[in-house]
Structures are given as structure tokens and as C-alpha cells.
């Protein structure tokens, strides 16, 4: 029998190394490979005589506690990335937010307040103290404004005819102090 030239024996064993690789390529990637030997209990512990039969529908899948099963598993608990498009869409809407309210800040700031002179009374609140906003938006509003803050205000006593009467004692209730806004800022 005649030696085959050597040639052709380095190409047979490169088709069989080639082989080689693809063969084990399949197994990793299709998951199926050499089973793991199981560890035996520790002592004194009894394995369950039967076990149950597996659920029916289906064959159940069987846990591979191998290295790739845990880096798929480390993967399912990381979070949901956003997609490039989507943090932009963020953005540009974090953005359109901002200079709505810059917008609404700066048209607060750019209409002009005016000072008003005036006199205009606080009316009594129902704590018995008196609301001097309430008067100087008043006092804006005779004026052609919308609403005002106080600037100035002024107090005076208010009293009754009886206390105009010769011989007469003064009673706690014959005065009262009534307060009044006499400069706003108005808007």
C-alpha cells in the first residue's frame, strides 16, 4: 500500500480541525453540551425516594446553572435603557418646559407697575384685623389697573355723633380706628 503524499494529510487535518470547531460552536450556542455532574448531599441528608412528575404542557425547561444561564440572568435584572431618540424627545420636552416658564416669568417682570396716590379704606377681616391688599387692589382698580400691593397706609379714629355732645362720658364703642391705603403699586 502506497503512503497518501502529505499534502493531503494536512488538509484532512484541517477539515477535521475545522470540524472540530463548528462542532463545538453548535453545542455552545444550542446550549446542549456535557451535563453537569450533580454534587452529592451532605451526609446525613436523604434524597426524596420519588419525584414528582413535571407539569403536563409541555416539557419543563431545566435549570443550566451554568456560566452563560447567570450572565443571562445578571442581564434580565439590569434596567431598561432609553433609546437615543427617546432621551432626546426627554430633552427637547425638558426644554420646551423651561423657557415656557422663563417666558412666563420675564412677561410677569416686563409689564410696568405704576404708583398711585389715593385714599382708600382696609376693610375689616373676620379676625378683626384689617386687609390692606383688599384696599390697594381697590384703590388700583379706581384707577384702571387690575390688582395692587400697598406701599403706604394711614389710620385715622372714626367716631360718632353722640361723642360731640357736651356733658356726655365717652363709651369704649363711640370710636373706632378705621385704616386706609393712600400709596399702591399697581399693575
Not at 27 to 32: C, R, Y
Not at 44 to 52: D, I, Y
Request: aromatic residues 2%; hydrophobic residues 35%.
Amino acid at each position: 500500500m502506497m503512503a497518501p503524499p502529505d499534502n493531503l494529510i494536512a488538509q484532512a487535518r484541517a477539515h477535521v480541525v475545522t470540524a472540530g470547531a463548528v462542532l463545538s460552536m453548535l453545542l455552545i450556542a444550542t446550549g446542549a453540551g456535557w451535563p453537569q455532574a450533580a454534587s452529592p448531599p451532605p451526609l446525613g441528608v436523604q434524597e426524596p425516594a420519588q419525584q414528582s412528575p413535571p407539569p403536563q404542557g409541555g416539557p419543563a425547561r431545566e435549570e443550566n446553572p451554568g456560566l452563560i444561564n447567570e450572565i443571562g440572568k445578571m442581564f434580565d435584572k439590569l434596567p431598561t435603557v432609553k433609546s437615543p431618540q427617546q432621551t432626546i424627545e426627554d430633552l427637547n420636552a425638558r426644554a420646551r418646559d423651561a423657557a415656557k416658564d422663563a417666558s412666563d416669568t420675564l412677561s410677569r417682570l416686563a409689564k410696568p407697575a405704576s404708583m398711585v396716590s389715593g385714599r382708600m379704606i382696609c376693610p375689616v377681616s373676620a379676625n378683626g384685623a384689617p386687609d390692606c391688599k383688599l384696599g390697594a387692589d381697590k384703590l388700583c382698580q379706581s384707577k384702571g389697573y387690575k390688582e395692587g400691593t400697598s406701599l403706604n397706609a394711614d389710620s385715622a379714629e372714626t367716631c360718632s355723633a353722640k361723642v360731640l355732645i357736651p356733658g356726655r362720658t365717652r363709651k369704649p364703642d363711640d370710636c373706632r380706628t378705621d385704616n386706609y391705603v393712600t400709596h399702591a403699586l399697581c399693575q
